[in-house]
């Protein structure tokens, strides 16, 4: 079997990048609404590098690269001021709301990884049909995602690259609040049905994907 071969440390920021994100798919999609706290603004943005990390604390993991000149992006910000604020505060509402995309939500999905600037909110740009919802001193969320995940900030660490300069904000977030719509998970089992919740997963580019034919194999004893 022949292989291409490329060192990494030969190739371009959109070699790396491209090379990644074709290689490491499909991958689920943390749409993520965050809230300014000094503003009072709701973020929305969509982000791929996302995964679980534990069960024993409901843990994810979410990595929000920088701007290439290292300033933050707004939900990295949001997450931050809203960890510090979590210091003095004992209450544990979310600072997060972490929707899964389905199919229907995907154009919208897709609506919000615009860039705005810091004063707007992606959710204006969502269509009217999609209900969201609104509660005082916390991130608006889409209520049309059959799951959010609520979620509160855990760890956070920043990557910077070989120059020192900031790279990547890796956020470890906990999740407090499961919310499953009744279409797709079955109460008397506690089992979320995945072929009814047909996730969306991100591949390289401009490309998702949907769910295809699920295979069943038994772990070995």
């Known amino acids: 079997m022949s292989h291409h071969h490329y060192s990494a440390d030969r190739l371009s920021q959109k070699q790396l990048y491209k090379f990644l ?11 993520i609404s965050t809230l300014d706290p000094e503003t009072g603004v709701s973020n929305l943005a969509p982000f791929s590098f996302f995964t679980i990390l534990s069960s024993r604390i409901p843990l994810v993991m979410l990595s929000v690269n920088r701007h290439p000149d ?10 931050l001021q809203a960890a ?19 199919p229907e939500l995907l154009t919208a999905m897709n609506q919000t990884a615009a860039t705005l600037a810091s004063e707007h909110s992606e959710l204006d740009l969502l269509p009217s049909d999609l209900l969201l919802l609104h509660e005082e001193k916390r991130p608006d969320a889409v209520a049309a995602a059959k799951i959010r995940l609520n979620v509160i900030p855990f760890s956070h660490q920043l990557l910077s690259d070989s120059e020192g300069l900031p790279m990547t904000d890796v956020f470890y977030l906990e999740v407090t609040d499961f919310y499953f719509d009744e279409t797709i998970f079955d109460a008397e089992k506690e089992y979320i049905l995945t072929e009814k919740l047909a996730p969306i997963a991100r591949l ?11 295979e069943t194999l038994r772990r070995p004893d």
């Open 21 to 31: 994100t074709g290689a490491i798919a499909p991958r689920p999609i943390a749409w």
């Open 84 to 102: 510090k604020q979590q210091h003095t505060d004992s209450s544990t509402r979310p600072v997060g709301v972490i929707h899964i995309v389905t």
């Open 70 to 79: 290292g300033t933050l992006k707004d939900t990295a910000r949001n997450l």
């Open 204 to 214: 390289a580019g401009n490309d998702y994907s949907h769910l295809g034919p699920l």
